[in-house]
C-alpha cells in the first residue's frame, strides 16, 4: 500500500480525467423521496461534473455492474441433427467511482463466493479484473451499522480509497494501475499533520453510528432459535417481493432459465438473480415446496446472512448497510428481527431440577 495527499481540486481533476476515457459508473442524484430526500444511485457518468461526490448513500449497490440481473451464459444453434454451442467471458474495462467501506467489503465478500469457491465463475471473474475501484470515506446515515458488522472501514478490494482530511484528500493507493495513473497529477508524501488528520477522520466516523445490532455470538443464537415464533411474526409482514436481495451489495442466489427459439433452431441459456423470499425458490418439480411459509423463507435469508451456509459456511455476509431495511415494503429491517430473537431468548426462564439425593 502506497499513501499519498492530493487537494481536492486535483483530485477532482483525476477523476474527471479517469472518467472521460474510461466506461464509468458514479453516484447520481436520480430522484427524491416522499421526504424530500435525494435519492443516489450508480449511473454512468461522463465527467466528475456528473458525480455527486456528497452523496450519502445509494438505494442499489454497485453489485449490478459486477452480476447482472440477467446474465447470457451462452448460446446454442442447431443445425442438421447437430449443435454449436457458443460461450464469451469478454467484458469492458470499467471505473466506479465513490464505494463505501461496506460496498468494498461486499465485494469482497462475493469474491470469496464467485472466485475462491469450489466453482469459480469465469463470468464474475471477467468483469472483476476489469473494474477500477475508487473508494470514499463518508459518515454514516443514523440507521447504518456497518461498525457493527466490522465492515466500516477497508483496507483491500479497491485501487485508490480517498479519505477526507479537509482540503485534502489522504490516498490509500493499492494497485500499480492506480499509482501509475495518479504520476500525472499532484500528490504529497503525507506530513505527521495529514497522519493525524486522519487518525481524527476515522475517529469521527467510528463515533457517529448511532445504530448498534448486537452480533456476538449470533450464529449460535439462530442454531437456538430456528423454531422460534419470531420468525412467523415477521414471516406474516413479508410480502414476498425479493426487494431486499435486490438492493442487498451481498445477495447471489439466482435461477437458471432456457429460452428456446420459436423456429427451434436456437436457445440461450440465462442467468437471473433471485430471492429466497421469493414463493417458489425451494419449489421442486412435482410442486413440492421445501420452505412453503413466509417464516421459513425468511428465516433462511437471515441464516444466510448471520449463519451462512454452503460457500460462505459460519461466514457472516451482511455488511450493515441496512438498504434492505430502507427498501423493504414491509417494514422489516435486520436490527428489529435480530433484537426480537435475542429478547426472547434472554427473556425466557430456566428451570433447573435440582440434583437427586443419594440413598
Request: aromatic share 12%; charged share 25%.
Amino acid at each position: 500500500m502506497i499513501y499519498k495527499v492530493i487537494s481536492k481540486p486535483e483530485f477532482r481533476a483525476f477523476v474527471d480525467a479517469l472518467v472521460r476515457a474510461n466506461t464509468s459508473y458514479g453516484p447520481r442524484q436520480v430522484d427524491t423521496d416522499h421526504n424530500g430526500e435525494p435519492i443516489y444511485q450508480f449511473m454512468p457518468v461522463a465527467s466528475a461534473d456528473e458525480i455527486a461526490f456528497d452523496y450519502t448513500v445509494t438505494t442499489s449497490s454497485a453489485k449490478h455492474l459486477l452480476m447482472p440481473f440477467r446474465e447470457e451464459l451462452s448460446k446454442f444453434s442447431f443445425k442438421d441433427k447437430n449443435w454449436d454451442q457458443e460461450v464469451e467471458y469478454d467484458a469492458p474495462p470499467i471505473v466506479l467511482f465513490g464505494l463505501r467501506p461496506c460496498d468494498i467489503n461486499a465485494i469482497n465478500i462475493l469474491d470469496e463466493v464467485m472466485l475462491k469457491g469450489p466453482y469459480p465463475s469465469p463470468y464474475y471473474l471477467a468483469r472483476r479484473k476489469n473494474t477500477f475501484i475508487i473508494g470514499m470515506d463518508h459518515l454514516p446515515l443514523p440507521d447504518c451499522f456497518c461498525r457493527s458488522m466490522n465492515k466500516h472501514t477497508t483496507d483491500h478490494g479497491f485501487n485508490v480509497f480517498a479519505s477526507d482530511i479537509g482540503e485534502n484528500y489522504f490516498l490509500s493507493i493499492n494497485s500499480s494501475k492506480a499509482f501509475n495513473f495518479l504520476k500525472e497529477f499532484e500528490t504529497s508524501d503525507p506530513t505527521y499533520e495529514d497522519d493525524c488528520k486522519l487518525i481524527e477522520r476515522r475517529k469521527l466516523i467510528k463515533q457517529s453510528f448511532k445504530t448498534n445490532v448486537e452480533v456476538t455470538g449470533l450464529p449460535m443464537f439462530l442454531d437456538l432459535e430456528f423454531d422460534s415464533p419470531i420468525w412467523e411474526k415477521w414471516g406474516d409482514k413479508c410480502l414476498n417481493c425479493g426487494t431486499c436481495a435486490m438492493v442487498c451489495p451481498t445477495c447471489y442466489c439466482y435461477n437458471m432459465e432456457e429460452h428456446l427459439a420459436t423456429d427451434l433452431e436456437s436457445s440461450s441459456r440465462e442467468k437471473r438473480l433471485y430471492s429466497c423470499n421469493l414463493i417458489d425458490f425451494a419449489e421442486v418439480t412435482g410442486g413440492h415446496n421445501f420452505r412453503p411459509k413466509n417464516g421459513d423463507r425468511l428465516k433462511y435469508r437471515y441464516y444466510h446472512h448471520y449463519r451462512g451456509f454452503a460457500v460462505n459456511d459460519n461466514q457472516q455476509i451482511c455488511v450493515g448497510c441496512n438498504r434492505c431495511g430502507r427498501a423493504c415494503l414491509a417494514g422489516i429491517n435486520p436490527k428489529d428481527v435480530i433484537n426480537d430473537l435475542r429478547l426472547e431468548k434472554e427473556s425466557c426462564v430456566t428451570c433447573v431440577l435440582p440434583s437427586p439425593e443419594k440413598s
